[in-house]
């Protein structure tokens, strides 16, 4: 079973400057990648597919790359609706689709 | 615009049983397989069970084999995941979502709490 690994735990920024996040399957996961954000009592949403593809209505703040093993998401500038729990999914191999344990976005 | 909307979670005694279901609106729901992910507190999100759109193929997580059942009756635009023989360890959010093998649209979550 494929597991996928977020870094870092925490990540603490400034509104404003660029947040990376990291994500690393087990094996290959060929660009087949998710990232969701999820904020308190709120249900996840979808902010990427195929690693790099913005979900209906997700700004262009928001890009994913990667493939393989390595993906990353950015967000270039962030602003203050943008601090929440951030996860990664892989479903080369699904089922199941594994998530990542999250990373969590909060203000410095 | 999709909706889904979850409902029946409680609180159930270990091994006791429970039967949540998802209405969805919005969408042809029997063109859709739907999923169920649970997200047990202060936790992170798994993945627990999906059905095809007809019915006709299930798929479950290692930890509920034998114990859960996913449904659905697309005459009622309705999505059921049974839990039977419940656990401490099974106390959390479980949301309903569309489709395979990502999800663009969630419930709001029902909350089953498993607890003596």
């Known amino acids: 079973e494929i597991g996928m690994t977020q870094s870092p735990g925490t990540l603490s920024v400034s509104p404003g400057e660029r947040a990376t996040l990291s994500c690393r399957a087990s094996q290959s996961v060929s660009n087949n990648v998710a990232w969701y954000q999820q904020k308190d009592g709120q249900a996840p949403r979808l902010l990427i597919f195929s690693a790099s593809i913005r979900a209906t209505g997700i700004p262009a703040r928001f890009s994913g790359t990667g493939s393989g093993t390595d993906f990353t998401l950015t967000i270039s500038s962030l602003q203050s609706e943008d601090f929440a729990v951030y996860y990664c999914q892989q479903y080369n191999n699904w089922p199941p689709g594994a998530f990542g344990q999250g990373t969590k976005v909060e203000i410095k | 615009e999709v909706q889904l909307v979850e409902s029946g979670g409680g609180l159930v005694q270990p091994g006791g049983s429970l039967r949540i279901s998802c209405v969805g609106s919005?969408?042809?729901?029997?063109?859709?397989?739907m999923t169920w992910v649970r997200q047990a507190p202060g936790k992170g999100l798994e993945w627990v069970s999906s059905?095809?759109?007809?019915?006709?193929?299930?798929f479950y997580t290692d930890s509920v084999k034998g114990r859960f059942t996913i449904s659905r009756d697309n005459s009622k635009n309705a999505l059921y995941l049974q839990m039977n023989s419940l656990r401490a360890e099974d106390t959390a959010v479980y949301y309903c979502?569309?489709?395979?093998?990502?999800?663009?649209?969630w419930g709001q979550g029902t909350l089953a709490t498993v607890s003596s």
């Open positions: 919005g969408f042809t729901f029997g063109n859709f397989a």
């Open positions: 059905i095809s759109g007809n019915g006709g193929s299930t």
């Open positions: 979502a569309k489709d395979v093998p990502y999800w663009g649209d």
